[in-house]
């Protein structure tokens, strides 16, 4: 995937067209948008190019936002990283199923903070994977 900030004001086009269906009804073609001006996008910027709706700033912004933190993901990570983090998430993950295996019914608070930390390594193990489906599939946003 080539950097946003190297995207033509078409590749924009194209991918606002792609974003939600109530984005659809302004005139995108005549906005103009290259890569650095979606980057720097401003709730201004919006407003002057006729988005008055908070929603509708908001669902761009945010959309914005998810196009930067997955062109930094694609282009800083690699295969192996990936790969790694997912296996440290699983070996903490393991930990948490056989702590809590060997807590008795009297350590209760105990297996309470331990499902906590069970949770929020599942969390970030679908965040992971997400990312590494993400990298293995960086095609499709090429």
Not at 16 to 32: F, H
Not at 70 to 80: A, D
Not at 112 to 125: G, H, N
């Amino acid at each position: 995937m080539e950097p946003v900030s190297l995207w033509t004001s078409q590749t924009v086009l194209a991918w606002i067209r792609g974003l939600d269906p109530a984005l659809q009804s302004y005139p995108v073609e005549t906005w103009e948008l290259t890569g650095k001006r979606l980057l720097r996008l401003s709730y201004r910027d919006l407003e002057n190019l006729g988005v008055s709706c908070i929603g509708h700033q908001e669902l761009l912004l945010e959309a914005v936002e998810q196009l930067c933190v997955l062109n930094y993901e694609l282009t800083t990570s690699n295969l192996r990283t990936l790969t790694e983090k997912l296996q440290g998430i699983l070996r903490t993950i393991e930990v948490c199923i056989l702590s809590r295996r060997k807590v008795s019914n009297y350590h209760r608070a105990a297996t309470e903070k331990s499902s906590l930390d069970l949770l929020a390594s599942v969390v970030e193990l679908i965040s992971a994977a997400k990312g590494l489906f993400l990298w293995l599939n960086r095609y499709l946003f090429a």
